[in-house]
């Protein structure tokens, strides 16, 4: 479809107004559907011109989360490792907030403090060399 004209930065809507999320972007989806699978498409998606700062708007955090988030939250730590080797994205200052909903305790990690929190078990992940061969 993208051959086509296809619009890689098409907005998805989430019409169910008790959803957590209201809305999306076709590069997010497919990170969020186990991405390391799915690196070839979203190299395509880029390929195509698919914006790698897309993000949606957090209600409960207000943060807008995009790929950084979605590769940490979805454990896609080659495609992590996609985004800010080769790609270059630009790094937020904030890529968590634990405990937003109260500002007193609220803890905000950087992607350095995140990926070295010691309940994380990205030590685990697979490498790149497994990735290739399934």
């Known amino acids: 479809m993208l051959k086509y004209g296809a619009n890689p930065n098409f907005e998805i809507i989430n019409t169910n107004i008790e959803s957590f999320f209201l809305n999306s972007f076709p590069l997010l989806v497919a990170i969020r559907n186990d991405g390391n699978k799915c690196i070839e ?5 880029i390929e195509y011109g698919a914006n790698i700062d897309c993000c949606y708007l957090n209600p409960m955090s207000q943060m807008c989360e995009g790929v950084i988030h979605e590769c940490l939250t979805n454990n896609s730590m080659l ?4 985004f800010v080797i080769e790609k270059k994205i630009p790094l937020p200052n904030v890529v968590y907030i634990e405990g937003f909903n109260d500002k007193s305790t609220q803890k ?5 403090q995140y990926l070295n ?13 497994y990735i290739k061969s399934k």
Not at 79 to 82: A, M, Q, S, V
Not at 108 to 112: G, R
């Open 41 to 45: 498409t979203i190299k395509l998606l």
């Open 79 to 82: 495609l992590l490792r996609y």
């Open 108 to 112: 905000k990690f950087s992607l350095l």
């Open 117 to 129: 929190l010691d309940d994380l078990k990205y030590k685990n992940t697979p490498s790149e060399a």
